[in-house]
C-alpha cells in the first residue's frame, strides 16, 4: 500500500451500489512490475511510513527484520502491489446521480493479505487491519470484518500487541461469533492494558483498551444480573 487511495475511501463510504468483484489476473509484465517495487531494495519507496506507524502502533522495533522476511512472501507483494495499482470501475449513487469511480481490488488484496497472515507474515496481519480499520467501519464493514478480521486479529493478539489485545476481545463475541465469554475476555484485556502501561506505549491506544475493558467489565456485570434473573449461576 504505497497510500490509502482516496478514492477507495470515496468509494466505500458510498456502498448503495456495489457490483460483484471480480480478480484482477496478474500478467507477466504485472509480476515483473511488482517484483521491481516491492524487493528489498525498493520497497521503502512503495512503503515509505509503514515502518513509523507499525512501531506507533505496536510498540514493536522489529519491522526491519518483518519487511525482509516480507519481501520474500508473494502473496504480500501481490496484496500490496493489487490494492495500490489495480482498480475496477465502481458505478454509486448519491442524490440521485450517478457516478463512476475507481475502486481497488480490496476483497482481493484482503484475501490475499489474510493467506499470508495464516503463514506468519505478521505485516499481512497488520496491512489487511490497516485496510479494514480505515475503509470497512460503516456500511458493509460488518460482512468484510466478519470474514477477514478474526484472522488478523488473532495474529496480532499473539505477538501482544495493544491493539491485538482489543481485536482479538472485539473478534470474539456476537456478531463475529455467538460466545459472550465476558468474564474471561476481561481477564485477558486487563493482562494486556497492564502490560501496554507497563510498556509506555502511545495514550491513545492504551485509553482505547482501557474502554473496551471497562465495557466488558460492564457487560459480565450485566450478564451476571440477566443469569441471576433467570434463575441461573455465575
Known amino acids: 500500500m504505497k497510500k490509502l487511495l482516496t478514492t477507495a475511501l470515496f468509494s466505500v ?5 456495489t457490483p ?7 500478467t507477466n509484465s504485472d509480476i515483473l512490475d511488482m517484483n521491481q517495487k516491492y524487493s528489498y531494495l525498493n520497497v521503502k519507496k512503495e512503503l515509505p511510513t509503514l515502518d513509523k506507524y507499525y ?6 522495533k522489529n519491522y526491519e527484520q518483518y519487511l525482509k522476511e516480507a519481501v520474500k512472501d508473494k502473496k504480500w507483494k501481490e496484496a500490496n502491489y493489487i490494492f495500490t495499482y489495480k482498480h475496477y470501475k465502481n ?17 482481493q488484496a484482503l484475501q490475499l493479505f489474510k493467506e499470508s497472515s495464516e503463514k506468519g ?18 456500511k ?10 478474526p484472522e488478523f486479529a488473532d495474529k496480532l493478539y499473539k505477538k501482544k500487541y495493544c491493539i491485538g ?3 482479538k476481545a472485539k473478534t470474539s463475541v456476537p456478531p463475529f461469533t455467538n460466545e459472550k465469554n465476558y468474564k474471561d475476555l476481561s481477564e485477558m484485556l486487563d493482562n494486556g492494558y497492564q502490560t501496554c ?18 465495557r466488558f467489565k460492564a457487560l459480565y456485570i450485566l450478564q451476571q444480573r440477566e443469569d441471576k434473573r433467570k434463575g441461573g449461576r455465575t
Do not use: R, W
Open 197 to 214: 502501561k507497563k510498556e509506555e506505549m502511545d495514550d491513545y491506544y492504551v485509553n482505547e483498551l482501557k474502554f473496551i475493558l471497562s
Open 20 to 26: 460483484k468483484e471480480h480478480n484482477y489476473k496478474m
Open 91 to 107: 458505478k454509486i449513487t448519491i442524490s440521485g446521480k450517478t457516478k463512476k469511480v475507481n475502486m481497488p481490488y480490496y476483497k
Open 13 to 17: 463510504l458510498c456502498f448503495a451500489n
Open 165 to 167: 489485545y482489543a481485536l
Open 121 to 138: 507474515n505478521i505485516l499481512s496481519s497488520f496491512q489487511g487491519y490497516l485496510i479494514i480499520n480505515k475503509f470497512f467501519s460503516l
Open 55 to 60: 512501531l506507533k502502533v505496536t510498540g514493536d
Open 140 to 149: 458493509q464493514g460488518n460482512k468484510i470484518q466478519k470474514e477477514f478480521l
